[in-house]
């Protein structure tokens, strides 16, 4: 009788059991979120705890790493200091400089290079300028021409920078006896400038002013004895030059040694060697930083 009945009410037993499961699932459904729920809650909870405790501290750093941070740049300042004791004499230049008086300068300079060169026996090319052929002409050519005033005082000061770091080491190669002084290049200041004593790499800076970079190029030829004495000199030169790459061609050979083995011991002796001399190429870079401004707070008080 029951299975008749289940028989003649199949539908009705069909969705009784599909409403059942689909109740289960449901149900099943609501626990899932449920249980999500619970979490998401908790962890919004820690976040809020979190964001409490974010709230009710103090803003800013700690007492302890804001002294650390001072003795830090203090270090650095020290650091710096002692750097610019060591490296930081730099090359003043005359605020009231004209075109003309560079030129005054850059003969007087000349003048004086070329009698110690002759005086130490020290060949120098006809006409030699050092560097400076474009301004020394003949006839002689004014820098900065129809420029600004404040482009005309850049462009002064960065030729008596020039002027001055190729007296030096022009100098240290007269006073270390090298043979001939070949050619000098520096980087060009002026468009309209150029020729074989142009050198092509810029003068550059530190994006943060800290310092200046003015690339050169000497041409020497001299002993290995002579080129050692020029290396040294730079190192302890009162400017800060950097030599960024020396070629040298020519290098002396070994010594060759003749050698007696008949009666009593072996002796070395050395043979007669011809003097050889180095063609040298070297590239020597400035590096200027800046000075620091005088400090202004009491400047017009007396005795200041």
């Not at 120098?124 to 300028?129: E, Q, R, V, Y």
Request: with cysteine; aromatic share 6%; net charge neutral.
């Amino acid at each position: 009788m029951n299975l008749k009945w289940l028989k003649q009410n199949a539908l009705i037993v069909g969705f009784v059991v599909g409403f059942l499961i689909l109740l289960g699932g449901v149900i099943w459904l609501q626990q899932m979120a449920s249980a999500k729920r619970t979490d998401i809650d908790a962890a919004l909870d820690e976040q809020m705890s979190q964001l409490q405790h974010f709230l009710q501290e103090k803003p800013g750093p700690s007492h302890e790493n804001i002294e650390i941070i001072k003795k830090d740049r203090e270090q650095v300042e020290h650091l710096y200091g002692q750097l610019m004791a060591t490296v930081g004499h730099g090359i003043e230049t005359p605020a009231d400089l004209r075109p003309v008086g560079f030129l005054q300068l850059m003969a007087s300079t000349f003048a004086r290079l070329r009698q110690a060169a002759d005086t130490a026996g020290i060949k120098l090319p006809d006409g030699f300028a050092f560097g400076f052929g474009h301004y020394a002409g003949p006839p002689p050519t004014l820098p900065a021409k129809g420029l600004s005033p404040e482009d005309t005082k850049r462009i002064l000061g960065l030729l008596v920078k020039q002027l001055r770091a190729i007296d030096q080491i022009s100098t240290l190669l007269i006073d270390n006896h090298v043979d001939e002084i070949n050619q000098i290049r520096r980087s060009e200041l002026e468009s309209t400038a150029g020729g074989t004593e142009a050198f092509d790499v810029p003068i550059t800076s530190d994006p943060n002013a800290l310092y200046e970079v003015l690339p050169f190029e000497f041409q020497f030829t001299c002993t290995s004895g002579s080129l050692r004495a020029v290396l040294d000199g730079l190192t302890k030169s009162e400017l800060f030059f950097a030599v960024r790459r020396v070629q040298v061609a020519g290098e002396t050979p070994a010594s060759d040694k003749a050698t007696t083995t008949t009666g009593g011991p072996v002796a070395a002796v050395p043979t007669t060697q011809k003097r050889t001399r180095l063609t040298v190429t070297m590239r020597v870079d400035l590096i200027e930083f800046p000075q620091k401004e005088p400090d202004k707070k009491g400047a017009g008080k007396p005795g200041a």
